[in-house]
């Protein structure tokens, strides 16, 4: 059995190979197993389109999952904020990490602030969440929808030095924005952090539900190296799991997606998780912010949270308001 291997799946992109590079080289250390990573093409990577009209949420996920039930992989880390809230049959979580930054990053060029960008300044993101959010605090802002990968969404900025190292794939000219805005967790991962010119506070911008964490998935029963599914029990980190647990059952509930104006943020305060959640108006003009708290940490009392909170918000027209 000297020849035993695990295989973990990745999406080609730099922030996939970083994660899964890191959660695999972890997994090794702890369980010793050599492993090979798999590359796989997804959907979400081929595609041009907006990112809010790709149809629907988990382009991203879909390929890397088939893969795993095709046995192509043993394992797949995902980030969780781009996975779909249906777990498929024949698929589990295994391991939530300890999660990262969760909040939004906004990188502005000459090293401004949200509250600083002049007048009818141009944001880039496609995130409708990040839009309705950004418009709520600066509605005077014009919001510009951006896709891509993290390098080619920095290089958008003017004079951002991200362009150098862009590799010119796909741009030549100049930055054309303000700013845009990421996930800090990214950006850190990739060691760009050095672009980040505030880091937004949750009070203004709550970030996708999910955001900052990953997600490794094996097929059910486990990714059939007994070492590794130790390793992977080691790994999962039991206050991300309550959090994200109560922000996805909340996302769920409301019937919505990772490209809905819904933003949900749950931490674990003591004895207490605390679900932060708003709703909002894409346009920026509303928003509806609830919050709810559960003194039963367990992952059931979490989901029972995001449940509550959600028919709150539903109660009072979150539906109508965010357009879900
Ligand atoms: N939708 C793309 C995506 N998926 C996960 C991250 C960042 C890392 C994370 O939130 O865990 C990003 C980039 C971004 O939103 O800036």
């Given amino acids: ?21 890191n959660v695999a080289a972890q997994l090794h250390e702890i369980s010793q197993v050599p492993y090979d990573t798999v590359l796989v093409k997804t959907e979400g990577d081929v595609t041009t389109g907006p990112l809010s009209q790709l149809g629907g949420t988990g382009v991203f996920a879909a390929a890397l999952r088939q893969a795993l039930y095709e046995g192509n992989c043993d394992l797949a880390v995902h980030s ?10 024949g698929l589990v979580i295994a391991a939530t990490p300890k999660r990262a930054d969760v909040r939004d990053a906004l990188c502005a060029r000459d090293g401004l602030f949200l509250a600083e960008l002049p007048e009818g300044a141009t944001v880039g993101t496609g995130s409708p969440r990040r839009a309705a959010q950004v418009l709520a605090f600066r509605p005077d802002l ?25 590799g010119g794939v796909g741009r ?3 930055g054309d924005l303000d700013a845009v805005i990421l996930a800090a967790a990214g950006l850190e991962r990739l060691g760009l952090e050095s672009h980040i010119t505030e880091y937004l506070d949750p009070e203004i911008m709550l ?7 990953l997600a490794v ?12 599914d130790a390793a992977l029990e080691t790994m999962d980190d039991g206050d991300t799991r309550l959090a994200i647990t109560a922000e996805r059952a909340l996302l769920a509930r409301l019937e919505a997606g990772c490209a809905a104006p819904i933003g949900a943020l749950a931490t674990v305060h003591g004895e207490v998780l605390v679900l932060d959640s708003v709703a909002c108006r894409p346009d920026g003009t509303d928003t509806m912010r609830r919050s709810a708290t559960t003194q039963t940490l367990t992952v059931d009392g979490a ?14 027209g979150a539906a109508d308001l965010a357009g879900l």
């Fill in 207 to 213: 970030p996708a539900p999910g955001q900052g964490s």
């Fill in 142 to 166: 014009k919001i510009v929808d951006i896709r891509g990968n993290v390098g080619t969404r920095l290089g958008r900025v003017k004079g951002s030095p991200a362009q150098k190292d862009d």
């Fill in 217 to 228: 998935e094996v097929r059910t029963g486990g990714s059939g190296h007994p070492s590794v």
């Fill in 303 to 316: 989901h029972a949270l995001g449940v509550a909170l959600a028919e709150q918000l539903l109660r009072e």
């Fill in 172 to 174: 030549t000219a100049q």
């Fill in 80 to 89: 969780l904020k781009d996975l779909p809230t249906t777990q498929p049959e």
């Fill in 1 to 21: 059995m000297s020849a035993e291997r695990f295989t973990i799946g990745t999406r080609g992109s730099a922030l996939a190979t970083t994660q899964t590079g």
